[in-house]
T-cell receptor, first 112, second 115 residues
């Protein structure tokens, strides 16, 4: 079992819809969770971080964390074609400083 | 500098050749990470420096891989006797502290192709 699991997609949504991206992790004591966006051929860029159970909203993005279920999600409201990218879930294992363990990424396609 | 800078951006190496990849982190950043990203996969951790100390090298796939950060700023990832399975994008990231919850900024990566 991989430490961080994501559905590889592609997830296809129409413009204006809500895109829902999911991630599960295996290390129960993980404390920090991140969503990175990576455009093709580019480097990952951080879009959201979340550290406690519940929801965290930033503009069109909402991150949701459920530590009991070891589950993190990212919702993108009013999806735009420019949101089309690969979204990487990353987890900071508690016992390994501040290195990140990444999932394989979910490719999102927003169709006009 | 304004961001994490990596060079070269692209490197083609013949199998068996040694390569050196450079990372120039954001000035003053304490933590530096190297990741390997194969096509269609997420980044995989290779090694971590806190200033000049290499605190974790558990992700280095073999003893052909070596990383250093001698003065706590620029880092070099060296791969000896390259093999085809080494072909990947090598990403460097830095963060301002050694604490968890600190954002890591990524460079553009070096795409290594071993032929």
């Amino acid at each position: 079992q991989k430490e961080v699991e994501q559905n590889s997609g592609p997830l296809s949504v129409p413009e204006g819809a809500i895109a829902s991206l999911n991630c599960t992790y295996s290390d129960r004591v993980s404390q920090s969770f991140f969503w990175y966006r990576q455009y093709s051929g580019k480097s990952p860029e951080l879009i959201m971080s979340i550290y406690s159970n519940g929801d965290k909203e930033d503009g069109r993005f909402t991150a949701q964390l459920n530590k009991a279920s070891q589950y993190v999600s990212l919702l993108i409201r009013d999806s735009q074609p420019s949101d089309s990218a690969t979204y990487l879930c990353a987890v900071n294992p508690f016992t390994r400083g501040n290195m990140l363990t990444f999932g394989g990424g979910t490719r999102l396609m927003v169709k006009p | 500098g304004a961001g994490v800078s990596q060079s070269p951006r692209y490197k083609v190496a013949k199998r068996g050749q040694d390569v050196a990849l450079r990372c120039d982190p954001i000035s003053g950043h304490v933590s530096l990470f190297w990741y390997q990203q194969a096509l269609g996969q997420g980044p995989e951790f290779l090694t971590y420096f806190q200033n000049e100390a290499q605190l974790d090298k558990s992700g280095l796939p073999s003893d052909r891989f070596f990383a250093e950060r001698p003065e706590g700023s620029v880092s070099t990832l060296k791969i000896q006797r390259t093999q085809q399975e080494d072909s990947a994008v090598y990403l460097c990231a830095s963060s301002s502290t050694a604490f968890m919850n600190t954002e890591a900024f990524f460079g553009q990566g070096t795409r290594l192709t071993v032929v």
